[in-house]
């Protein structure tokens, strides 16, 4: 008679414990399922939103401010659908992409505020996150160069000082928040960046005004020669 194998009970497993094993790994791999599922609804819905929200901003600065209006309500509807669809799955939710989705719909809706001088909705009426909401406030401020330009080539000077200060506003009041990245989502870097851009905004619009002091003065010395 052979001898026993006695490594035959380590090579088979107990039939309970893969009983078990097998029922757990089923209950992960139909969650790992359920949240495939809502992670690709969640990309489609948050690549509609940055689409319509940059439409919307689009609109702002060609003073359509009814598409402008309209295109927000469809970015806002987009985020929605894919902010239920994250719910039951936190993880993904914190992977990036509804972040940035958010952060483009409070850009059209705060650079609407902002040209129109309007209180600036705030991260719970908005729906989004305050990390979202403070990048999306910062890179509308940055917007507002290009509507700036375009007032002052249009010749109304006031209106751009006006909105350099407004940039000016925003970054005064997020400048006060400095936390670690891993807390802000890059507050710092999107900071950064406006603070270039308002630097050469206010350069632009020191020189125009120069420019035309310069003009008047010569106008009026024009005026009294003659």
Not at 108 to 115: G, T
Not at 195 to 221: I, K
């Amino acid at each position: 008679m052979s001898p026993p194998d006695e490594g035959a009970g380590e090579r088979s497993p107990h039939p309970r414990l893969a009983a078990q094993l097998a029922a757990v790994v089923s209950a992960i791999d139909d969650e790992l399922a359920a949240a495939n599922v809502a992670r690709e609804v969640a990309l489609a819905a948050c690549r509609s939103t940055i689409r319509a929200s940059g439409s919307s901003i689009r609109a702002v600065h060609r003073m359509d401010h009814e598409t402008a209006a309209t295109l927000a309500q469809q970015a806002e509807a987009a985020l929605r659908q894919a902010q239920r669809a994250l719910a039951p799955h936190p993880p993904v939710s914190h992977a990036g992409f509804l972040h940035d989705a958010e952060k483009e719909y409070v850009e059209a809706r705060a650079l609407a505020a902002l040209v129109h001088a309007d209180p600036v909705p705030g991260p719970d009426e908005l729906g989004v996150s305050p990390t979202a909401w403070m990048r999306g406030l910062a890179e509308a401020a940055s917007e507002l160069r290009r509507h700036l330009l375009d007032r002052l080539r249009e010749g109304h000077l006031d209106r751009g000082e006006e909105l350099l200060a407004t940039m000016d506003a925003v970054y005064g009041a997020l400048v006060v928040v400095d936390h670690p990245d891993a807390l802000t989502d890059g507050l710092r870097r999107t900071l950064d960046a406006l603070r270039a851009v308002l630097e050469r905004t206010r350069g632009d619009v020191t020189s125009l005004v120069l420019q035309v002091r310069l003009q008047r003065a010569l106008e009026r010395a024009t005026g009294a020669g003659s």
